[in-house]
């Protein structure tokens, strides 16, 4: 790890992770991750923003002497979570007069899971400043982003928000900037899927805050810097807009292509109604992968065989995550095949409480699909096509041929 200046007051820690596949052994980390922590030097006072992952503690503490500081006063623990407050007890014990500041129920967090005496800390609440002689740190509650301990730390005279998990993506690169933009977008719409996504309210709440902020760079928790803010904000008011996109997000799996194909028949329908259509197996399921779709697509339809008289259980889970990561998909469906017992769609749609959507007609198929469950899986398309478009979908484009 190697300390970088971001401006001359301000020195970046990023310890990148390269070969994390798992975050709190769920979520896949397929470009792994970097924690952050900064070093903010004023005339008077020096602060440390956040720390990092336990594991990485020693190549930390090495980075941080390397940069000669002599005292710190300040260690500002943003959140929580050990990713980012795991080696406050490694950097107390180099600077033990150091005062860790946070609010109450990060406090409570820190307490209850690390070695941090009590008397160490200075307590903060919204609004509050804390003066480092020429330089001023605000501190901005931002709760439920994604824990109700998260809050953002404002730099005024360096214009930096110091954001924590909130606008960070789980992407492991040396460029301290976000410079190739189209990949930090799929790593920062990942991130926001699977952490962000079920607190969408709070999300926008958060980005608020930071409406009325001057910012030249956003320094999140994870992933590179922003030195384009609007960049990171503008795609966060996107995902968290009430507004869908025409998008069928279909997670499926088969056993014996009776389900299958009426997947497929229905995504051409779909596809010649003028909706983009993404289906997912779930066999081998990516659940960032899911969460992503779930972003901002407008529709989903769940598609399994019937198993021991419910849902497959890939299918199961598929179903369990949308529900956990409560996306703002408006419509749902279930499809599939069964035996002897037409239980599916009650099984998945009781799986579904915390989903805001309207059902359609489920389309079940008696072992193989045949010419009825073809003109339901019409229907149904049909459906789904009138609530995305009203009275007029959108026709697909049709292939000129010679
Ligand atoms: Fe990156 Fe909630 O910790």
Excluded at 32 to 39: F, R, S, V, W
Excluded at 198 to 204: C, D, G, V
Aim: net charge negative; charged share 20%.
């Amino acid at each position: 790890m190697i300390p970088v200046n971001i401006t001359e007051s301000v020195i970046s820690f990023r310890s990148s992770h390269w070969d994390r596949k798992l975050f709190d052994e769920l979520v896949p980390l397929p470009e792994g991750t970097t924690y952050n922590a900064y070093l903010v030097k004023g005339s008077e006072k020096t602060a440390l923003i956040d720390t990092v992952y336990p594991p990485k503690t020693a190549d930390f503490i090495s980075a941080l002497q390397q940069t000669g500081i002599e005292t710190l006063d300040y260690i500002i623990s943003n959140h929580g979570e050990h990713d980012h407050s795991g080696s406050i007890p490694a950097v107390l014990e180099l600077f033990p007069n150091a005062k860790v500041v946070t609010n109450m129920k990060c406090r409570r967090f820190i307490l209850d899971t690390l070695p941090v005496d009590k008397d160490a800390f200075i307590t903060i609440k919204d609004g509050s400043t804390l003066s480092l002689g020429d330089k001023t740190l605000t501190f901005l509650m931002t709760p439920w982003v994604h824990w109700p301990d998260t809050m953002i730390t404002y730099l005024e005279e360096d214009r930096i928000a110091f954001t924590c998990d909130f606008l960070g993506s789980h992407f492991a690169t040396t460029d301290l900037f976000a410079i190739d933009e189209a990949r930090v977008e799929i790593a920062a719409k990942r991130y926001y899927a699977e952490i962000m996504m079920p607190y969408r309210a709070y999300s926008k709440e958060a980005l608020d805050r930071l409406e009325p902020l001057k910012l030249d760079f956003i320094a999140p928790g994870h992933g590179p810097v922003h030195a384009r803010p609007e960049f990171i904000t503008g795609l966060y008011r996107q995902w968290t807009a009430d507004e869908c996109k025409p998008t069928v997000v279909i997670p499926y799996l088969s056993m014996y292509e009776s389900t299958a194909t009426m997947v497929t028949y229905l995504v051409d329908r779909l596809q010649e109604r003028g909706l983009s259509v993404r289906p997912i197996n779930v066999v081998d399921l990516d659940s960032g992968e899911l969460a992503m779709a779930l972003v901002e697509a407008s529709t989903v339809v769940f598609a399994s065989p019937t198993v021991l008289s419910g849902a497959h259980p890939f299918v199961a889970y598929a179903a369990l995550l949308a529900n956990m990561l409560a996306p703002k998909t408006k419509f749902a469906a279930v499809v599939g095949s069964f035996g002897w017992e037409g239980t599916l769609p009650d099984v998945i749609q009781a799986m579904l409480p915390k989903l805001n959507v309207t059902f359609f007609e489920p389309v079940l198929a008696r072992g193989v699909p045949r010419e009825e469950a073809f003109a339901e899986l019409d229907r149904l398309a049909d459906d789904i096509a009138r609530a995305n478009f009203g009275g007029a979908p959108a026709a697909a484009q049709e292939v000129e041929t010679a």
